[in-house]
């Protein structure tokens, strides 16, 4: 069941999908209208699940469900993820690629390589103070608290030593 997800609990499980790009606003529209279908009738060994999402910072998709009124299964969870893949399919972008991490710089999102990492810091364009997301959170309290926290609080730190 689809549920706003302000009205979400705390300890909500969260998953963190990061866009290999900026969302347009069609596409915004789209995971939109697709996102509350499926999860309005998300369910787990046939008892629905409580669930939202929410676009955020136009690149990251946010699903949230509330295992306090049922728990996700191994394939519901798996439900979820081919959802996901499905709208990378339909909409030509990719949220699974983890060789990316995103950054706020000049108020926008911005991603990069891995393997460029260590070069963007000694270069100065990622500081220690840099705001960075954390994808890994487990719930949407974490979500509020931890998702954008500084690269040195974040295993980026050891560059800044």
Not at 47 to 58: D, E, Q, T
Not at 133 to 160: D, S
Request: net charge negative; proline share 2%.
């Amino acid at each position: 069941m689809f549920v706003s997800f302000e009205n979400m609990p705390p300890e909500s499980r969260a998953w963190v999908y990061q866009a290999n790009r900026k969302l347009n606003p069609t596409e915004e529209d789209s995971i939109h209208q697709l996102a509350q279908e499926f999860l309005g009738s998300w369910a787990a060994h046939g008892a629905a699940l409580r669930a939202s999402f929410k676009i955020m910072h136009n690149q990251f998709l946010v699903i949230l469900v509330d295992e306090n009124h049922n728990m996700a299964s191994g394939c519901s969870i798996d439900a979820s993820v081919h959802f996901v893949q499905q709208l990378e399919h339909h909409l030509g972008l990719n949220f699974f690629d983890r060789t990316k991490v995103a950054f706020i710089l000049n108020d926008e999102v911005f991603l990069e390589s891995l393997n460029d990492l260590k070069n963007k810091v000694n270069e100065g364009t990622i500081r220690k103070n840099t705001l960075t997301f954390n994808n890994l959170v487990r719930n949407k309290q974490e979500l509020e608290e931890q998702w954008l926290v500084p690269a040195e609080q974040t295993w980026l730190g050891r560059y800044f030593k």
